[in-house]
């Protein structure tokens, strides 16, 4: 089992910053790669980015160039730096631990946050 802490979210407005942190406990020995998903009002959850072992980067097409993932594997954390925000960013934030165990393909998550971009 691996649990997810996220932190970092809040109000920010338009083209301004914030850094999102999630650090994972329990079985992270498992983990291969580590990111953010979002879900928006009303809206399906997408992936924002993920870096996967080797420092390999995947990015949602609407963040690329401002967004960016980095990982901490001493501290099994995951970073997302967020800049130039837009409205449209506004959404829950979950950190997200791809893992072999229990599984192959066993995902986990953190309880999400709030990040609001005010206009």
């Known amino acids: 089992q691996v649990h997810l802490v996220e932190s970092g979210g809040g109000l920010v407005q338009a083209g301004g910053s914030l850094k999102l942190s999630c650090a994972a406990s329990?079985?992270?020995?498992?983990?291969?790669?580590m990111g953010w998903y979002r879900q928006g009002p009303g809206k399906q959850r997408d992936m924002v980015a993920r870096?996967?072992?080797?420092?390999?980067?995947d990015y949602g097409t609407a963040v690329k160039g401002r967004f960016t993932v980095s990982r901490d594997n001493a501290k099994n954390s995951v970073y997302l730096q967020m800049s130039n925000l837009k409205p449209e960013d506004t959404a829950v934030y979950y950190c997200?631990?791809?893992?072999?165990?229990?599984?192959?393909?066993?995902?986990?998550w953190g309880q999400g946050t709030q990040v609001t971009v005010s206009s």
């Open positions: 997200n631990a791809e893992s072999t165990w229990p599984d192959i393909g066993t995902n986990y």
């Open positions: 329990g079985s992270s020995f498992a983990i291969n790669a």
């Open positions: 870096i996967m072992d080797g420092g390999f980067t």
